[in-house]
């Protein structure tokens, strides 16, 4: 996805997705480091910080989703709108 962010720098890359939580909060995911498992991510892009990438089950389809967990909301990757 390009150069990673570096938090001396505070320079955000551009933004890759964005996944809808209320009217008034979006998670905005900026880099996806799968060398390292880890997402960057922030709450309406204020203070990114890096989230390890995991799995969750599926109740509905029974399979497995990857994505990462922001606070108490798991971020399936499926469900991250591209931008």
């Not at 480091?33 to 989230?51: C, F, I, K, S």
């Not at 990857?66 to 606070?71: C, L, N, S, V």
Request: negative net charge; hydrophobic residues 40%.
């Amino acid at each position: 996805m390009g150069v990673l962010y570096d938090a001396a720098e505070g320079n955000l890359p551009e933004m890759a997705g964005v996944f809808t939580v209320s009217n008034t909060m979006s998670i905005c995911v900026y880099e996806i480091d799968y060398a390292d498992d880890r997402v960057l991510a922030t709450a309406n892009g204020e203070n990114p910080e890096w989230y390890p990438i995991t799995e969750q089950h599926n109740e509905d389809t029974g399979e497995w989703e990857q994505g990462f967990m922001f606070g108490s909301f798991f971020v399936p990757f499926s469900q991250v709108l591209r931008v």
